[in-house]
């Protein structure tokens, strides 16, 4: 930092100490102390005086400045580039300027056009936040679990869980800020390309999808086929213990229980049984409304 005296901080100050009463700031200029403040002697110009100090901060924290600059995520130094060299001179003079713009803004942070205006606009604007938020550091090392209890992390293979599938391929101001879902069908795969800060997970980069990561298991939504092929497997192979070397090693305890321990029943086979019974119960009231 440069001495208090001359330096940018020190300049403000002197200037806010100069103007006092009803003295302008443009009066101080004209008696004789422009070069205090880096205005040009002779004709001063406010605009002057503050590009000067504002030119001194700048100087007095060049390392920092480009230390913060080099912190960008490649991604949001490609997208900053992107957005400055957007012409809006060339496209205002187009037949539908507002939606042109739009196209324009979203080409240059990798937004794809959604099926309504109202759609592509949320989803503009929660690309944007993110890049806001993600574009001068890393992601955070907080781990945000998803509804199966498990970290939701970069590169997995996700599914919405049951009590937000409702929510895909919803739109308007109404889930503004709460998730951005269009583009997204019920069922279906979804990766993960980034958790951020917040828990706020993008799942589909095609369509900017997102939602909070504890609206996701990495449990795939049950159907009728699954359901089916499992009524034909082994207990062991359905709990997945088959390698096991005893029932210590059981990979299915859920809450310190066994399958039979959950069930109250006498074995993990006929565990196996009342867990697809439940499965089906609970796929045709998703289904078919029945009961669950």
Known sequence: MADKDTSGIGMLRKLAEDVYGSVSLWAILKDGNEAEWGANVGRPKLSGAMRSIADQIEREHVDELAAAKRGLTGEARVAVERLRAVSHDEVLKSANPDFDIVNELCAAVGVSRLRTYTGTLDALGERIAE?????????????????????????????????????????????????????????????????????????????????????????????????????????????????????????AVVDGKHPDERYGVVSCEVAQGMDIARRQRELDAKTTGGER
């Open 131 to 251: 890049l806001i938020e993600h574009g001068g550091k890393q992601d955070a090392d907080v781990e945000w679990l998803g509804a199966d209890g498990l970290p939701i992390k970069a590169g997995e293979t996700v599914y919405l869980d049951d009590a937000h599938a409702d929510m895909v391929g919803k739109i308007g101001s109404e889930y503004y800020g709460k998730c951005g879902l269009a583009g997204v069908v019920d069922g279906e795969a979804l990766t993960v390309s980034r958790v951020g800060e917040s828990g706020t997970t993008r799942v589909k980069e095609s369509v900017a999808a997102w939602c909070p990561a504890s609206w996701l298991t990495h449990t795939p939504p049950d159907t009728q086929a699954l359901i089916d092929d499992d009524k034909g497997k082994m207990f062991d192979v359905y709990w997945g213990c088959r390698t096991a070397v005893n029932c210590l090693d059981c990979p």
